[in-house]
């Protein structure tokens, strides 16, 4: 599902107009991505928790060449499924 999926998705089952039901979630995605660059975490009880995550520098392999190559450290996005949510999936 893309997110012009979720917004129809959303439209229909609660009967509100697309373009409001796009605002939400535009919105939902802003905060969540502003609150995870500032460091903090969104945590949806049910759902999951998004947070940001310090990945430590490692070696990787060109694969046009197969030279080693330093990978540096960097900070990545991560999303940990919450208990229902994993329990639904399985």
Known sequence: MNKAQLINKIAADTK?????CEAIVDCFMNNVK???KKGGDVKLVGFGTFTK?????RLGRNPQTGKTIKIPAAWTPKFRAGAEFK????
Not at 16 to 20: D, E, N
């Open 87 to 90: 329990h639904l999936v399985k």
């Open 34 to 36: 502003t609150t995870v």
């Open 53 to 57: 995550a310090k990945r430590k520098a």
């Open 16 to 20: 509100m107009p697309k373009a409001q």
